[in-house]
């Protein structure tokens, strides 16, 4: 499929997403992390990192009809959409964001994203860490650990209503 999806195709959109009524939105990001790795040519969106004194920064560039699955992320921390717009399945449901946005994620967030023009995002860390395999092991929950990290968050993941 190459035609991007206009954010008011929510038809095309449900289907990405999938049905998800009742179920948490981790259940439903994993499903489409799958069915992504099963079935779509996979593509690298190139990432751009900055440091400065207590912050690490992560700016990922997406052209138009990128969809992406985030890694889980362990602590709270503030993202920026600084151009274009996305629908995002998140925590609080199916949202159309359309750039400036600054939204804050809370552990244990992980995100679907469909780019309907080329954009920005950036995810916003604190760390005195420059090095970067060092910063992915503080932030990032591997795919494997994410049940037990979830169990361990003191707030349950949401459902879908």
């Excluded at 996979?42 to 004194?53: S, T, Y």
């Excluded at 244990?108 to 994203?113: A, F, L, N, V, Y």
């Excluded at 970067?132 to 349950?156: G, H």
Aim: aromatic share 6%; hydrophobic share 40%.
């Amino acid at each position: 499929m190459s035609e991007i999806i206009k954010p008011d195709n929510t038809e095309l959109l449900q289907q990405i997403f999938g049905d998800i009524q009742q179920q948490s939105y981790i259940d439903v990001v994993r499903d489409v992390q799958q069915q992504i790795q099963d079935n779509a040519e996979l593509i690298d969106v190139p990432v751009v990192n900055h440091f400065a004194p207590g912050v690490y920064m992560r700016q990922m560039d997406a052209v138009a009809g990128t969809l992406v699955v985030s890694k889980m992320h362990r602590t709270e921390h503030m993202n920026i959409l600084i151009k274009g717009s996305i629908t995002v399945a998140t925590e609080n449901g199916i949202e159309f964001l359309q750039a400036p946005v600054v939204l804050k994620s809370m552990p244990g967030t992980k995100r679907i994203g469909y780019f309907h023009e080329d954009s920005s995002w950036i995810t916003v860390h604190p760390t005195e860490e420059t090095d970067l395999e060092k910063i992915e092991q503080q932030v990032i929950v591997p795919d494997s650990e994410i049940d037990q990290f979830l169990a361990s968050l003191p707030q349950k993941v949401k459902e879908f209503e």
